[in-house]
């Protein structure tokens, strides 16, 4: 390139004019001067536009950056409104709470005497159960003697499948299998029978607390005779039978007796079977306190201390 400047500046000097060597020399070293010149702007022109690319470079950056921190400000920005509405929640809370409490405050007065009577109401409760248990505890010693006692005073002399004897709840039951009581389809007591009542009705007068239910079942074998309706008047005669011997024969208070038949009702076993017919027709003597003897345990007079 410089040389192509340098050969036109020589041509238009040659064609222009004839000049000396002299004249020559000092335009050529004014030639020279111009392309250092030349080239050093050439390479400030350069350094320019290096810079130049970096300025576009780091506005390039800086617009990003902006543009990031732009987003993280609307970000902050949102959370500050966030957090400006749950300020405005906590402050709706904690006025609707001061409420409350001061709500609470006017009824604690109230509170404290509902809290006390129910105390007061709660020791009344435990006192009443105490006395339940206690009752409870008294009636379970009681029939468990009384069980023990009969068993005592009935193995003697008669088969344990005959007589059944067990406690439940507050009662004692006495099974007696109708072959020991009665004659067979009938309500007439057997001289075998005369034996295990004896010895029921020496424990009942000695009981004069116990009240005496004899109940009469059968199987569900229709009955009917001349002096016998159905299974229903079968099982109340036998009954019946019982309580009088009881009280013809061996001296029980008539006023502790109670009669009743349960009919074919009430079964222990199935009746398809003879063995289920034969537990079924049974006679059964329950032994309990009079409810007068009851109620007395349950007097609040006699709440353990």
Known sequence: MKKIIFLSLVTTLLLSSCITKKQFASVKSELELANRDLGKCGESLNQYMNKLTACEKENARLLAELKANTGTLQARQ??????????RDSRTVRDNTATQVGDLTVLTQEANQNVKATLEQLEKKDKYINLLQAAKTKADSINLALAVNLKDVLRDGIADQDVNIKVDKT?????????????????????RANEVLN???????????????????????????????????????????????????????????????????????????????????????????????????????????
């Open 78 to 87: 949102d959370q500050i409104e966030d957090l400006k509405d749950q300020i």
């Open 171 to 191: 009662v004692v039951f006495i099974n007696i299998s109708d072959k020991m009581l009665y004659e067979s389809g009938s309500y007439r007591l057997t001289p």
């Open 199 to 305: 010895k029921i009705a020496t424990i009942v007068k000695s009981r004069p607390e116990l009240e005496v239910m004899v109940e009469g079942y059968t199987d569900n074998v229709p009955m009917r005779s001349s002096c016998i309706e159905d299974n229903w008047d079968l099982s109340v005669k036998r009954s019946t039978s019982v309580v009088r011997a009881l009280q013809t024969k061996y001296g029980v208070d008539p006023n502790k007796l109670i009669a009743a038949g349960r009919g074919e009702y009430n079964q222990l076993a199935s009746n398809d079977t003879a063995e289920g017919k034969s537990t079924n027709r049974r006679t059964r003597i329950i032994l309990l306190p009079k409810l007068d003897q009851f109620y007395d345990l349950l007097n609040p007079a006699n709440v353990p201390e």
